[in-house]
């Protein structure tokens, strides 16, 4: 089913919504009751796209907030800036729920959508300052929150922030950031309260070096990469003497949530010293790679090295 529009001189004037809905680039303006004066229709749209054209100093307020059902939304980078015009609002209408000032959430009036679980920004900003976002609030509805971010950045700024904590196990819920870029080209200005595990990079091109000692060269995960821990670079050496097994894993990319690397256990000759059951732990000294578990294998063989 395709969409419906009507739009005059670039304002959006009513909408037929369906499930994925695609607003036509052209559009600066979504009028309040475009989408609203239809409460099915706003009730078909679980994902919305939002064009580049919108102007974020003409942002009506609540004009998406009819959208109940909306689980995914991308739209603009330029739509996560902070408003100063939003705070007096935001106050008023959430009665002080939510403590940030981003256009965004203009557009959804009194409150997001209890699905909503992803948004994906694009745009050509090379810094983002994400600071002034509530993740707490973003994430009060769901487990797991993911902001993807399409723009090749550089630089992302994130507060001493909030989060939602698990109702039974009482852990902090960190949202997941997926960032269009390689983990060694971007600059985290974050607090330690997030987690090398929130960013999830672009993939790493795999290491074909060959090395002429006796240690073969890897790609080091960038889930291995803390933002504030530079000890590591990619490529990484290891010395084949220190590797005494090794297992595939999946990992998570930009591209990809099921990339196979491999870890490796590096415990040298201690491993008579070690129960097989525990191999696992993550307390043994262990390194993440992002080839896979055939081509390390191959790498090591060539050296000596045998399981």
């Known amino acids: 089913m395709t969409n419906n529009f009507v739009i005059e001189n670039g304002v959006l004037i009513s909408c037929e919504g369906t499930e994925i ?15 609203s004066s239809n409460p099915y229709n706003a009730f078909n749209i679980k994902e919305l796209y939002l064009p580049s054209t919108i102007d974020y100093n003409n942002v009506e307020y609540g004009s998406l907030e009819c959208c109940h059902k909306l689980s995914k939304i991308t739209m603009p980078s330029k739509l996560l800036k902070y408003d100063s015009k939003f705070s007096t609002k935001a106050h008023y209408k959430y009665s002080g729920t939510v403590n940030t000032s981003a256009i965004f959430f203009l557009f959804f009036g009194r409150g997001l959508p209890s699905d909503l679980k992803e948004i994906v920004v694009y745009g050509d900003e090379k810094d983002l300052d994400l600071s002034i976002l509530d993740w707490e609030f973003l994430q009060r509805f769901q487990r797991s929150f993911t902001l993807r971010i399409e723009n090749e950045v550089t630089y992302i700024k994130l507060g001493d922030d909030k989060f939602k904590r698990d109702s039974y196990s009482k852990e902090i819920m960190l949202p997941h950031i997926c960032i269009n870029n390689f983990a060694e080209n971007v600059a985290i200005d974050a607090s330690e309260k997030w987690d090398r595990g929130t960013f999830i990079y672009r993939a790493p091109k795999a290491n074909l070096l060959e090395t002429t000692d006796n240690s073969v060269e890897l790609t080091l995960s960038p889930r291995e990469m803390s933002y504030n821990d530079k000890r590591w670079e990619c490529p990484i050496k290891i010395n084949v003497s220190a590797v005494t097994y090794l297992y595939p894993v999946e990992l998570e990319c930009y591209e990809t949530e099921k990339h196979q690397g491999c870890k490796l256990l590096l415990l040298g000759n201690r491993i008579d010293e070690m129960p097989l059951e525990n191999l696992n732990i993550e307390s043994y000294p262990t390194v993440i790679v992002w080839e896979n578990y055939d081509t390390v294998y191959g790498k090591l063989k060539a050296k000596g090295w045998t399981l």
């Open 21 to 35: 809905t695609r607003i036509p680039e052209g559009v600066h303006t979504i009028k309040k009751d475009s989408i």
